[in-house]
Nanobody, 124 residues
């Protein structure tokens, strides 16, 4: 079964950090552009960050620039999202997905299929 599995979420205080992982199962992430998305209660899902298959280009939502860093480790079949200086408004369920290759244009999911996600809660 081909799937992406998110992990690494949790409860953290404002200003804290978390690293999310997106692990592929049943296929190789190599050459696939991957994006991170989030959905807060009562809000639509939004793109957070994405990275090209080569890892050479990235894209970030304005709200997370300079705080979040996306990276990939193809040898581990995993894409990461390092989140620093977390704010309460970062609270959401975070998902990863394959996205269209032109990440400069934004993070656009290829398939409308989502995993369980991982919950991130930023609260004191």
């Amino acid at each position: 079964q081909l799937q992406l599995v998110e992990s690494g979420g949790g409860l953290v205080q404002p200003g804290g950090s978390l690293r999310l992982s997106c692990a592929a199962s049943g296929f190789s992430l190599e050459h696939w552009a991957i994006g991170w998305f989030r959905q807060a209660p009562g809000k639509e899902r939004e793109g957070v960050s994405c990275i090209t298959g080569s890892g050479g280009r990235t894209n970030y939502a304005d709200s997370v620039k300079a705080r979040f860093t996306i990276s990939r480790a193809d040898a581990k079949n995993t894409v990461y999202l390092q989140m620093n200086s977390l704010k309460p408004e970062d609270t959401a369920i975070y998902y990863c997905a394959t996205v269209t290759p032109s990440v400069q244009s934004g993070c656009t999911p290829i398939f409308d299929s989502w995993g369980q996600g991982t919950q991130v809660t930023v609260s004191s």
